[in-house]
């Protein structure tokens, strides 16, 4: 006879385990609201909902205002295309809008051409570190009765007018994804100001529970978005060095510009005066060649290169159904025939820096 035996835990896991099984797997336990917690007092806003990515962030906040079938979404051309698929998700209609040459972020004098009838949001991209010009874009979603929901995503730490880059609009949209500056291996949040609206936001992540009078009911048809609490235990230390982790970022950026500046054919990243930036990435654009020749070299040379990100216009998708062209987009093609990501990660060393500087000059 073979006998079976449970591998033994030690009380701590039991804890945990017997807590998950009470709550029947519906309630969010203790790090995932002592993350969320600590994202609002960082962000210095009243409402915090952890989700399972930076997308589910960016669906269910266009769900809590309401927008779906018959609605328009203005969102920037040039990012990655988590920012359109969530508006076709919802049942809207993806608006697209060039982008500004300095930022590489929407072009905000371009998008009011762009509002009718069906619009109920903007959705801007802090595209790789650094904000968008938010203020004329709140100006417009005021005078429309729009909403703003910030794709914030890369921009965790960074600031536009003194202010955090998402906590300016209607709500904000964070990712935790591993290239961000933090991470809890995949995870997201979502930040605002209005109660209705983050009451909403978690019902939605968890099923479409509401919780009255110690019980639960499901009041509308919801998602299976929670964030785990492995993934918000991660955070919380995570975010313990943020501060630290930037610092660290923004140290490479400036060696990777006082490296690169001098070569007469890299454009390195602008910083407006009302910007600070995290350095999520760093992007620079080679004005001699051809791009995915310029990238192939890297990598040939041991440098893992990529793109900046998409330019929607030319993905099949988006192209084929909106009938996209690229003269509609001049910036945005421009940007994206030209952009290309270096390495920027915690261990990076300036000696590595400037041996991937050396390489980049050798380019012909």
């Known amino acids: ?60 906040a266009l769900l809590a205002y309401g927008i779906g079938p018959g ?11 988590a920012t359109a698929n969530v508006v076709e998700l919802a049942g809207a209609r993806p608006v697209f809008a060039d982008i500004d ?70 709500t904000g949209c964070f990712s935790f994804h591993p290239r961000k500056v933090i991470t809890t291996g995949e995870g997201g949040v979502v930040v605002t100001g209005n109660k209705p609206v983050a ?8 099923h479409g529970i509401e919780y009255k009078n110690n019980k639960i009911d499901f009041v509308m048809a919801g998602f299976n978005y929670r964030m785990t609490e492995i993934q918000a235990a991660i955070g919380l230390v995570q975010l313990k060095k943020i501060s630290a982790l930037i610092l660290y970022h923004r140290k490479i950026a400036g060696l990777y510009d006082a490296q690169l500046r001098p070569i007469e054919w890299i454009e390195t990243p602008a910083i407006p005066s009302y910007n600070t930036h995290v350095f999520q990435s760093y992007i620079i654009r080679t004005l001699r060649g051809d791009r995915d020749k310029f990238i192939a070299y890297l990598r040939q040379n041991g440098i893992e290169a990529n793109i900046g990100t998409y330019a929607l216009h030319k993905l099949s998708f988006y192209k084929n159904k909106y009938h996209l062209k690229a003269s509609g987009f001049p910036v945005t093609e421009r940007v994206f025939r030209t952009s290309v990501a270096l390495p920027l990660y915690e261990h990076l060393s300036g000696v590595q820096v400037k041996m991937i500087a050396d390489t980049i000059r050798r380019f012909r």
Not at 199 to 206: G, H, P, V, Y
């Open 199 to 206: 009451d909403r936001l978690r019902a939605l992540r968890n």
């Open 1 to 60: 006879m073979i006998r079976l035996s449970a591998p033994s835990i030690d009380r701590q896991e039991e804890r945990a385990v017997g807590a998950v099984l009470r709550s029947g797997f519906l309630v969010q336990g203790k790090e995932v609201k002592q993350f969320e917690e600590k994202i609002a007092r960082y962000l210095n806003v009243k409402h915090a909902v952890a989700v399972s990515s930076g997308t589910s962030a960016l669906h269910l």
């Open 101 to 170: 040459p300095l930022t590489f972020n929407i072009d905000p004098k371009g998008v009011e051409t762009l509002i009718t009838k069906k619009t109920k949001a903007i959705m801007p991209v802090h595209l790789f570190g650094q904000s968008a010009d938010v203020s004329p874009l709140m100006r417009l979603a005021r005078k429309y009765k729009l909403v703003v929901v910030e794709d914030a995503a890369c921009v965790l730490g960074a600031t536009y007018k003194g202010r955090k880059c998402g906590t300016i609009g209607d």
């Open 71 to 81: 609605d328009e979404v203005i969102i920037p051309d040039y990012t990655f295309p």
